[in-house]
């Protein structure tokens, strides 16, 4: 069983364009993350939510917008696809409130603004 | 604020040399560190963690003490593999609330040859 689940893999696109990268889990957690990983693989974390409540919104542009539907589930539009935000987005869940729990990490999306 | 520093790669070895990827921290509480791998083309793995100070962690052969007086958390394998080139990345996890974020070092990528 697949814990946490990304899609697509791999998302080739157009500046301009609008897209969506979908992640579900499977783990029962509360608490869902997108990161974003760069070519020199540094990973910057963009958005939390908790229970469908967005908790931590990290300096990123008002043209990606994260949506949960419910707890497993957290999606992140993005709008006017600009070059620089070609990368590998990763989805992560944690079970908060229990201390020292590791995070989970999704297989990634490689999106390519062409 | 929190913040992980690791050693810059790449690292280039021998297949059965032995490892070491220091690791050092910044932080406010009592955190929990962390060793993650991300072999290529995949999404990051828990390698091992460490919840509180003296703690060893270990897996696959690989082990990290959490030393609290010198804020460090230095990953070592005593005989590396081919199978072992990967980017490991150090991180923390300062909180037990649903803001709680895991801050990831720079990454160390990984390279044994034959």
């Known amino acids: 069983d697949t814990a946490v689940s990304q899609t697509p893999k791999y998302l080739v696109t157009q500046m301009g364009n609008d897209k969506s990268i979908k992640c579900e889990q499977n783990l029962g957690h509360d608490t869902m993350y997108w990161y974003k990983q760069d070519s020199k693989k540094f990973l910057k974390i963009m958005f939390s939510y908790n229970n469908k409540e967005l908790i931590i919104n990290e300096t990123v542009p008002n043209r990606f917008s994260p949506k949960s539907p419910d707890k497993a589930h957290l999606n992140l539009h993005i709008n006017s696809l600009e070059l620089g935000d070609s990368a590998v987005y990763f989805c992560?869940?944690?079970?908060?409130?229990?201390?020292?729990?590791?995070?989970?990490f999704g297989p990634g999306t490689r999106l390519t603004v062409t | 604020g929190d913040s992980v520093t690791q050693m810059e790669g790449p690292v280039t070895l021998s297949e059965e040399a032995f490892l070491t990827i220091n690791c050092t921290y910044t932080?406010?509480?009592?955190?929990?560190l962390f060793w993650y791998v991300q072999y290529p083309g995949e999404g990051l793995q828990l390698l091992l963690k460490?919840?509180?100070?003296?703690d060893k962690g270990s897996n696959k052969g690989f082990e990290a003490t959490y030393r609290k007086e010198t804020t460090s958390f230095h990953l070592e394998k005593g005989s590396v593999q081919v199978s072992d080139s990967a980017v490991y990345f150090c991180a923390l996890n300062t909180g037990y609330s649903s803001a709680s974020k895991i801050i990831f070092g720079s990454g160390t990528r990984l390279s044994i040859r034959p």
């Open positions: 992560a869940s944690i079970s908060t409130g229990t201390g020292g729990q590791e995070q989970y």
């Open positions: 932080a406010t509480g009592y955190p929990s």
């Open positions: 460490a919840t509180k100070a003296d």
